[in-house]
């Protein structure tokens, strides 16, 4: 099949020589070429991942497993287009995984970081939720509490270090948990 298409006022006169799609040979002026129309499927990457905006090459990893970073703190640089762009975390929350490593090319929709829920909220002694006083998307305040924990026969209020909303809890009522175990998240 052959076809006249202008464009911009050029005429491009362009022959399909073989149609497999979504694989199309076609001739543009009497030039071959291969084209793939296939739709280009989007990453799935969840909220706690750092996706690349751009495509690039990882120039510098700014922080390690572990550290805890700030909404807006820069985590990675970039080269795009001969320039370097610093890639900033979009939530405050401790990095859980480094995907990449400098020197790797990443395309846009790259996974780069994970980040863990938000900002733990931590038990300071063993015991039983005996009240869950928050929702996941609740707004809280630092020091406002989040759970009412029963230990050594009293009541001890488990607060939130940040301001912030209730990312998600991880107990429930009932539940045992030991010093040191994480609760909830803040974002």
Known sequence: MKFKVKVNNREYEVEILNADPPIFEVSVNGKKTVLNVAEKKKK???E???AAEMS???VKVMVREG???KAGQPVIILEAMKM???VVSPVDGKVAKILVKEGDK???GDPLIEFKEGVEVKVSI???VTKVLKREGDEVKAGQPVIILEAMKMENEVVSPVDGKVAKILVKEGDKVTQGDTVAFIR
């Open 106 to 108: 990443v395309t846009q």
């Open 48 to 50: 706690n991942v750092l």
């Open 67 to 69: 550290d805890e970073v």
């Open 84 to 86: 370097e762009n610093e």
């Open 126 to 128: 063993s015991g039983v």
């Open 44 to 46: 799935d990457v969840s």
């Open 56 to 58: 690039g090459t990882i």
